[in-house]
């Protein structure tokens, strides 16, 4: 029996299912990307779904195009902030467009009447484009009813950190608030900040900064004498792993129209990246309840100051 594809239904299709999965890959990576990047990665999913009409051609090659092909989608869709976000956005939409034609292809085992074709891991589902579209216009408005009743998410709090330890002051971090970070001294129970080491380790006294190179490159050094350090298991996207702290510093944190600081505050370093590099220390609010509210104001020479209220 022949077969009879539209190709204004097969790009379609692509189209739409290619946008949600980039959705959902954003959403799992906590970077969700514009609508027109979205756009952009969905018409180049869309686009490379013409393999179906291609010869049959070995596992080993379609499983190989569909890695090349989600890579390039995903750095379409996604802006680039590190290797380690991007492997993990391209594994996600991945492991995500896999699933999904390998539950179509489930489906047409059992013989249900889904009127849908596959070849090289690439599917064809013959539905009408005005049902598609439809459908999709009804589910868009069903999600912003859900929002209109119960309220959106609320927005990421950025804030800008300033860590000093001693005389020497560190640079502005973007720093996120994360109502999910639960990291804990274990010994003291004390709500530490986690920092970036590569952005924080030239303002570092040179003995701290010398000890913290010679942990994250595996040379055991000895701490420095009279610098509280100790090492924090600490639960990260690679695995667990015990990550340096040192104690003593002082941090004010600044956002819009509102300040914060707070004394002997432990700093947990690491040396890999954070959210994907769009922000260099994260805290939770345990530490953002600890730090005593400041007011801010301007001096003659434009800098700012704080004062304790």
């Known amino acids: 029996m022949k077969t ?30 514009g609508f027109g990047r979205s756009c952009a990665g969905a018409l180049l999913a869309a686009l490379s779904a013409l393999i179906l009409l291609a010869p049959p051609l070995p596992t080993t090659l379609s499983l190989l195009y569909q890695a090349v092909s989600a890579a390039a989608v995903c750095r379409a869709a996604f802006p680039f902030r590190g290797w380690r976000g991007f492997v993990r956005q391209t594994v996600w939409y991945f492991l995500l467009n896999l699933g999904l034609a390998g539950a179509v292809l489930l489906a ?16 064809y589902w013959a539905v009408s484009p005005t049902l598609l579209v439809g459908c999709a216009v009804l589910v868009y408005l069903a999600l912003r009813l859900v929002l209109l009743v119960f ?92 990550l340096p702290a040192v104690g003593g510093f002082s941090a004010r944190l600044f956002g819009p129209g509102k300040a914060r600081q707070a004394e002997r505050v ?28 400041v007011q801010r104001h301007l001096t003659q020479t434009g800098q700012e100051r704080s004062a304790v209220e």
């Open 108 to 123: 047409l085992s059992r013989n249900l009447p889904l009127g849908a074709q596959t070849n090289n891991f690439a599917v």
């Open 4 to 33: 009879v594809i539209y190709l204004d239904v097969l790009l379609l299709v692509n189209f739409l299912v290619a946008y949600l999965l980039l959705r959902a890959v954003g959403f799992v990576c906590g970077a969700p990307p």
């Open 266 to 293: 432990l700093v947990v370093f690491t040396d890999q990246t954070l959210a994907d590099g769009s922000v260099q220390a994260l805290f939770g609010k345990e530490f953002y309840h600890t730090a005593r509210p």
């Open 151 to 242: 309220g959106g998410p609320r927005d990421t709090e950025c804030w800008q950190l300033r860590l000093s330890l001693g005389e020497a002051e560190g640079p502005p971090l973007a720093a996120l608030l994360d109502t999910g970070f639960l990291l804990r001294d274990p010994l003291s129970g004390q709500a530490p900040v986690l920092a970036s080491y590569t952005d924080m380790c030239s303002a570092l006294p040179q003995a701290v900064a010398a000890f913290l190179e010679g942990y994250f490159t595996g040379t055991c050094p000895q701490p420095p004498p009279g610098v509280p350090i100790r090492l924090i298991p600490c639960k990260t996207a690679g695995g667990m792993r015990t």
